[in-house]
């Protein structure tokens, strides 16, 4: 769903993304871990065809994105930290809205369907999103990617500034959306939902992934004291 093959991004002499290899499969949702400017928001943006790549490839459902940039947008969802979402609009007009992009014509009945799926509260569906907290408009997010009937996820730092109910029904709706089959690739500061969603994560430093686990081998304190050493490993060194 999303492969990533030796995908390197340089500034000058900053290597921003240093060799990527990566691979989300279906029904897999990858964790990207790592300080400020590791490389995580260049990773996505690459994917999403915002940047082009120094050298290397990366392919979303099997076409690649610097080839094929708007076909691959068919298949994909993007939710960065603050959704962009017409705030006058309310969330059936940007759903609406949204999804006709993706040459979806969807009656109301059926948007609405969406936003219930996504768990936003019937009360605010005819609302603008301009009053809307954090945590409802990533659910419109969710509702999008829905209705878009997108394979591949990416995820921008979504859960920052949640409150922990927040993030934990964001939390469940990526679980539903790993059971519909959807490969999520998720940056993130916040190991606690990292470790409670994932299926891989990954920790990455300098442009470089420095180490990546199954979920399933090691604890949260685990992971907490592998992230810090790998932190500080890299910081000694240089
Ligand atoms: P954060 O957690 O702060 O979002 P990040 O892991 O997403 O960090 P990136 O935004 O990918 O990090 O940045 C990786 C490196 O590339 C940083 O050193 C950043 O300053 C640099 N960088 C990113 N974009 C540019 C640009 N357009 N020009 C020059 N350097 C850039």
Redesign the pocket.
């Known amino acids: 769903m999303i492969r990533i093959e030796n995908l390197t991004k340089t ?1 000058g002499d ?1 290597a ?1 993304l240093d060799t990527l290899n990566l691979e989300v499969n279906k029904g897999e949702i990858y964790c990207l871990l ?10 996505i943006n690459l994917l999403l065809g915002f940047i082009k790549p120094t050298s290397g490839n990366a392919f979303i459902n099997e076409i690649d994105v610097v080839k094929k940039p708007k076909l691959t947008k068919n298949h994909l969802a993007y939710i960065p930290e603050n959704l962009m979402l017409y705030p006058s609009l309310t969330a059936i007009e940007n759903l609406d809205y949204f999804s006709g992009i993706a040459n979806k014509k969807l009656k109301k009945h059926e948007l609405e369907a969406f936003l219930v799926e996504a768990g936003l509260q019937e009360s605010a569906f005819n609302k603008s999103v301009a009053k809307y907290s954090k945590g409802m408009r990533q659910k419109v997010g969710i509702a999008i990617a829905l209705a878009k009937d997108a394979k591949v996820l990416l995820l921008d ?1 979504p859960t920052s500034g949640l409150d922990p109910k927040a993030s934990n029904e964001f939390g469940q709706l990526l679980q539903k959306l790993r059971q519909k089959g959807v490969a999520t690739l998720m ?1 993130t ?1 916040d190991l606690f939902r990292a470790k409670e969603v994932a299926t891989t994560i990954g920790v ?1 430093k300098d ?1 470089q992934l420095k180490q990546q686990w199954s979920v399933d081998e090691l604890s949260l304190k685990e992971l907490e004291d592998s992230y810090l050493e790998t932190m500080n490993y890299n910081s000694l060194q240089s």
Request: hydrophobic fraction near 35%; aromatic fraction near 6%.
């Open positions: 500034y900053l921003a790592g300080a400020n400017g590791a490389g995580k928001t260049t990773t730092e940056a500061h990455m442009g």
